[in-house]
Structure formats: C-alpha cells, structure tokens
C-alpha cells in the first residue's frame, strides 16, 4: 500500500513540474512582445490563397520572415492572412503589408496584391496548387 502512495505520488510531482514548466514557457513566449510594441503594432488583413496545412505553413513563415512582422495567421477557409507589424521604416525600406504580399508570392502563393510566378506555383506540391485567378 506504501508503495503505490509513493507511486501515485511521484507520479503527481512529476505531472505538477511540467505543468509549470509549460506554464513558464507559455510566459516567455507571450513576454516576446512587450506592452509599449504590442501598442505600436499594425494589423492588416488580406486575401491569400492556398488549400491546406502546408499552405498555411508556408504562407506564415513567408509572412514571418519579414523584418517587423510579429505574428502571421491564415485562415484556410476563409484565405485570410491577419499579420501583426511594427510599422517602422527600416533603413531606405518600410517594410509594410506590400512587402509581406511579396514574400508570399515568392513562396508561390497568390495573393489580394501580388501573383506568384508560373515557375514558383508549378514547384508547390499537387495538393497546394490551388485553382488560381485570371
């Protein structure tokens, strides 16, 4: 009987930890942002269109790889990109919603204001080839 008290509460110790321990690593990263550059950010919205999952992945990280840009959200029914920016000039570029929109067609994703080219819609796999405007 000593035993399995111990057990069980081994067990609860352990299930406690990493409790906490996902809890102060879901902190760290909300504290990525802080107050004064949440309220500086810009948010945007835009047509992107792509099919599924993997479409939404590269449609983020194309989106995130923009200097400024915080946060990226596709939407895969409604083809809606909500992206998160600071809205800072940096050097000679302000990297701004055109920007983003550029990045995403170079992934081979078309979007409300740019087409990805032939080539780089052709290299996306079979089930990312969405039917594309005119």
């Known amino acids: 009987m000593k035993k399995q008290i111990l057990k069980v509460g081994t067990v609860a110790v352990m299930l406690c930890s990493m409790l ?5 690593i879901g902190q760290e990263t909300n504290t990525k942002i802080t107050q004064e550059e949440k309220e500086e950010l810009v948010n945007a919205t835009f047509t992107v269109y792509g099919n599924c999952g993997m479409c939404k992945k590269r449609i983020e990280k194309a989106a995130l790889s923009v200097d400024g840009v915080k946060e990226a ?4 029914e409604t083809k809606v990109l909500s992206v998160k920016f600071s809205d ?8 701004s919603i055109n920007t983003v929109s550029e990045k995403i ?3 081979g994703h078309d979007t409300q204001f740019n087409k ?3 080539d780089v819609y052709n290299a996306l796999p079979g089930c990312c080839q969405y039917d594309r405007k005119e």
Not at 73 to 76: I, R, Y
Not at 88 to 95: K, L, P, Q
């Open 116 to 118: 990805a080219s032939e």
């Open 73 to 76: 959200n596709w939407d895969v």
């Open 88 to 95: 800072i000039t940096f050097g000679e570029h302000n990297y």
């Open 20 to 24: 906490t321990a996902q809890s102060v």
């Open 105 to 107: 067609a170079a992934a």
